[in-house]
């Protein structure tokens, strides 16, 4: 935009005489977008005289209407705004129905500026149908957008990522790259209210990027800005730093106050987090000192928030109580304000030895919360949501812990697990997950004779509770910070490690000692556990982790392993019996698609599988019948085991996208994960003998999500999946070993294993398939 005032510039100097139509036309142009850049006073200066008769009726009176209507809006000044735009509104239809659609797209932003969502909302509608009826893909991007925009002021972020990918699409393809700019940073927004971070940063660089190549930099520096919050969130403190002091200099540079007051929130803010009570003040106290935006905007609740944790942090109760609860009772602030003054209200009431006041308060904020989350539609979009606001629970489960209430803590972690795994079962199974105000852990332990070890990890605390089915035990344990990076070194140094005496297994020991160690005496060898992980810990396959003595050895030579996703499903899924026949689908050995080779050894794992089942009971979907299609139409919910033998692809950024990839069908080779939970199973089992079958990204409460997330959320009682890339080699003699084991009477669990510890302990001296590398990316899900 930068360049276009620079040739709005050059062209006024070439048609410098006020008598000329020319020289109104690039004074109106350069109006519009001093306007659209926000330089909103230089604007008004420029257009405040009169156009000549001549011109009175003409396009150029209705655009020097529209900027004059825009400059104000931003100024606060509406009155003024909506009879500029009504009379820019009457003049259009007089003279220029073609730009009825530009006048109801500015009368919906400056209603979206009031804060009238509702007329904002109807304006926007209204420009979108004039858009298609007029064939004007420009003007309909923007009405895109900005109903996005609305969505969001309603925190209907579900609904504004639809109405904003569509607005980016639809600019991209036409090159309207300031609006494509300003679209990406907005999705990035949304993508950050549901607690999706990793997909926000990358779409806030991408929009500060943009915008500083289109010479929006009002938008570049606001998006500098969002990229330090998003840093914050992703406790990236050191970088959040970095990025908020460069907004905030910008910020200065540029006068804009707003911008200015959300750089020094997020400085506080940090600050807090650090301890330094006195700097968070005083980048507050510069925040609480700026101007508004406009006479019509709404105080910074959040420096008031910051003041209320000061304060509190200070131990003065009574004044931090009255600014956390005008947070609480602003008609204002947005839902995730709420939750959080609620949250921290409750730390206050705890600091003055009011327990009970206390409890009550964090209910109200899981309440809120959990009302936030009930209004999403889209599982997507559920999935993310608890990121944003699981400092709630931790702080809740804290306060519990340190009040001698383990068990209740317990209970409330418990809370915030699988949620959507279980909502989603709920809607498509007879039997819905029991409620966890019904779940006892302990009954749970005997019925399944495991001992379970459920795992919570905070940034301020971490906590093991072990569940026998005689008692209830819990540890401390270290907190995120010293846990998450070791976790990521081991699985990092796996592929390097020979044997558990190997000096590259020195992170396999520290884990040991940090996460089981603590419950050694209560797990006896031999027996069954079943691991419920949280945060980095589910993308760790405990056994590889490696046990000092007697002498140094993996931990799955101790005990059976299976990974859960929370007590409540694990509790249904007793009593939600599977299919019992013996009968299987096997799908696989496809035919090669671009970036997806043959796997050489397929045919030999589909063969050795398929042994284990008579003719009548086996169906094979192998090469050109290898499709999705052929999937989704086989009714695969009639089968008791379906085993898949391919490629496998885990999307990050959106898991429900992961995929097994077939045999291409068209211009279709994948069947996704969205796909699969939508066709019911009841099977004992899926084997998914791909590379990342269960996932690559965790997400708080729900854990890994990705293919094996997908046949769970579809009905499966029980999945295969490996957590890294497997082999194609050892994989064929690790599926044989199962099944035979599995068909000799053992359960999944113990028939998993021992076909692991065939690899482990083959009598081959020199096989590379006693690697953990080799045995270990596969990992038993149960309790769907």
Known sequence: MNGALTQADAALRNFSSPDTEWHWRFTVLKGEILARQRRKKESLELLAADLPPSLASSDVAVWRKLAQGLSNGLLGEFSESARLLGDAEELAKLNHPDLLGEVTLRKGTVGFLLGDNKAADAAFHMTLKIAREQKDSFLEANALGSLGLVATKQEHYDEAIDWFRAASQLSQSVGARSAAAKTIGNLGWSYFEMGDYQNARI??????ASSGSVGLIGDQVYWQTNLGVADYFLHDFAKAERESQTALELAKK??????????LNNLSELALEGGQLDLAEKYNQQAEGLPPAS?????????????GRIEGARGHFTQAEKLLKKVIHDPTAETSLHWEAEARLAKVYDDERQPAQAERQYRLAIGTIDTARKSLQQDEFRLTFLSSAIESYADYVDFLVAHGRPNDALHVAELSRARTLAEGLASTTETHSSSTRDVHPQLIA???KASLLFYWIGQRNSYLWVITPSKTTYFKLPKAADIEPLVKSYREALPNVADAQDTAASGGKKLYAMLVEPAKKLIPTGSGVILLPAESLYGLNFETLIVPDPKPHFWIEDVTLTTANSLTLLDASIERPAITGKNLLLVGNAVP?????ALPQAPVEIQKVGHYFSDQNRRVLEFKQATAAAYLSSNPGQYAYLHFVTHGTASITRPLESAVILSPEGDSYKLYARDIVTHRLNAQLVTISACNGAGTRAYSGEGLVGLSWAFLRAGAHNVIGALWEVSDASTPQLMDAFYRELF?????????????LSLLHTPDPDSVFKRPNYWGPFQLYAGS
Do not use: Y
């Open 593 to 597: 698609t671009p970036g997806f080779p």
């Open 254 to 263: 540029m006068g804009q106050s707003d911008t200015i007051a959300e750089c």
């Open 744 to 756: 000799q009477g053992k359960d999944t669990a113990r028939a998993l294993r021992d076909a692991k």
């Open 446 to 448: 005997q019925k399944l």
């Open 295 to 307: 006479d019509s905007s709404p105080g910074n609740l959040p420096s008031v928030l910051i003041d």
């Open 203 to 208: 779409l806030f660089q991408q929009a500060e």
